[in-house]
């Protein structure tokens, strides 16, 4: 019997209307004495009118306004300068690079993390790993940490009045949830009964999908009045919690497989930039259910995404489906050796992705 090694939670977790004014005892209860904050100038902006009067005494050098993408450098830079500064924990404020990078930073020095997400883009606040790109936002690689989040707290009025993309982004990363982590255990225990830890991730992983397909037409509608509705909390809540115990609770298990490789052999097109991850990621779900010929459910998404205008085909990003240069190093990139796709239990070449491609541009413009 193999170790199972389970991250399921951070340490603390809140959700509510004013749930940041505690932030000062909820340090306090940490022994947190010297805290730095890592965040982008809007998400700083937007977080600000619900945050304490005052939280820990901050002197000019303990705020870190990021820009561009999550990379190994920034994050040892960072790490480095907490050790520096007598640092105990970092704040991430704002969507999956600032946050990406505030745990990096954090597991670099050694010291907790304190996350507060101004947008529900991905599962970043909730997952003890990072996602790494390029200096130039191709994507690296992911490194999970030995420790939890310690405390995560989601105001939802803040992510109510975000712009809608990064709702819709979220949606995409975790309906992702439920097909990648069908497929790695599919291929990782067939035939075998789960055990319990898996069991709880897979329930977890079916509950993103239900609640998603449920409840995201009315929670979009809401995030577009700046609303705050019970679809839109619990829509949040998926993104959030939900979609981060499927890989907490399942390890490789309940991570990535084909869906997030699309997405990453995407990032070679420059038609992709003004994209976000999860709107990516949506776009190679249909890819990986049409590698797997379950052509049901490629079609029950078709008209979700139809009526939530996600990315359908090619078209969608820009890529001229006929540029077969392009739709190549998009392959090539997506079926690299070390990619998850690999996990599932598909035989993967470059004609049986390139055939799903196809297959895909066919039914999405069957339904349009």
Known sequence: ??????????????????????????????????????????????????????????????ITFVEGHCTVHTADSLGKRYIADGVDAVIGIGGGTALDIAKASAAEAGVKSVLIPTIAATCAAWTPLSVFYHEDGKHSHYTEFPVANTLVLVEPAIIANAPLQYLKAGIGDTLAKYYEADALVQSFYKDQELPVWLQVSQFTAKLCRDILLKDG??????AETGSVTGEL??????????????????????????????HNGLTEAEEVREFLHGEIVSYGILIQLALENKTEELEKLLGYYKDWDFPINLESFSINHENEELIKSIITKAILP??????????????TVLEAVKKVEKRSYQNT
Do not use: C
């Open 1 to 62: 019997m193999s170790i199972a090694a389970v991250k399921g939670a951070p340490g603390h977790y809140r959700i509510g209307e004013g749930v940041l004014k505690e932030l000062n005892s909820l340090l306090s209860e940490l022994n947190i004495k010297k805290a730095h904050i890592v965040t982008g100038k809007k998400s700083w902006q937007a977080a600000q009118p619900y945050m304490p009067e005052e939280i820990i005494p901050l002197n000019s050098n303990a």
């Open 217 to 222: 037409t009315r929670a979009i509608a809401s």
């Open 233 to 262: 909390i619990r829509v949040i809540e998926t993104i959030i919690l939900t979609g981060g115990m499927v890989g907490g609770y399942g390890g490789k298990a309940g991570r990535i497989a084909g869906a997030h490789s699309i």
């Open 338 to 351: 070390q990619e998850s796709i690999h996990f599932m239990d598909i035989h993967i070449t470059e004609e």
